[in-house]
């Protein structure tokens, strides 16, 4: 089975660039995380979608992050225009959608912004 | 509302035990558990939820204290393989399936 998949993999910008992660679930998840982990910390959700409905997006700063996920399926998680603060690895997990099945996590992105 | 996780580290040698601890100041419905390896994705360990159910792999045990809110990872007979960074995430509502994780317990097994 394979597993979540993200691209690119490593991204350097300047600030007030945008710049645009992409993810692709496990095939059959109806639930897909997008995390944001700063070194050191823990994953920190920003948004949650159960097929291609919003669950939960409090702490997504919306005046420069947005998220879609069509068809259900794949997510983009765009940042415009980005900030030192959000250099940091983004993780996007899937999951079954059912009640306490484990997340599977992508390999990440690794955000630098200059 | 971020769950606190002690020790913040801790180095074993092979073989030996170790005890990683979460807490929460709010009830919870459920603690989750998964280990990170530098550089690599969180990889899922365990389900503990409120009631007594467990879900996860079978050589590794936890508890979960709901009146105190707080569930102990427990790590025996250490292998070189346990080493990583251990983050227990906490969920309040019942099946909201949404995590807060907390810091976590950077854990390093030598030889």
């Known amino acids: 089975e394979a597993g979540v998949a993200q691209s690119p993999r490593y991204k350097i910008i300047e600030k007030r660039q945008s710049v645009a992660f992409w993810c692709n679930p496990i095939s059959g998840h109806a639930t897909l995380y997008w995390y944001q982990q700063i070194l050191g910390q823990g994953p920190k959700l920003l948004i949650q979608f159960q097929n291609n409905g919003v669950v939960d997006d409090s702490q997504l700063p919306k005046d420069r992050f947005s998220a879609e996920r069509l068809k259900g399926v794949d997510s983009t998680l765009k940042i415009q225009p980005a900030k030192l603060e959000d250099s940091a690895v983004y993780l996007c997990a899937s999951s079954l959608g059912r009640v306490y099945n484990e997340q599977f996590f992508g390999p990440g992105t690794r955000l630098t912004v200059l | 509302q971020q769950p606190v996780q002690s020790p913040q580290a801790v180095i074993l040698r092979e073989g030996e035990d170790a005890v990683i601890n979460c807490s929460s100041s709010k009830a919870l419905y459920s603690v989750h558990w998964y280990r990170q390896k530098h550089g690599e994705a969180p990889v899922f360990l365990m389900i503990?939820?409120?009631?007594?159910e467990q879900k996860g792999h079978e050589k590794i045990s936890a508890s979960f204290n709901e009146k105190k809110q707080q569930s102990s990872l427990y790590l025996t007979a250490s292998q070189l393989s346990y080493s990583g960074t251990y983050f227990c995430?906490?969920?309040?509502?019942?099946?909201?399936?949404?995590?807060?994780f907390g810091k976590g317990t950077k854990l390093t097994v030598n030889p």
């Open positions: 503990l939820l409120k009631g007594g």
């Open positions: 995430g906490t969920e309040r509502g019942g099946g909201s399936e949404k995590l807060v």
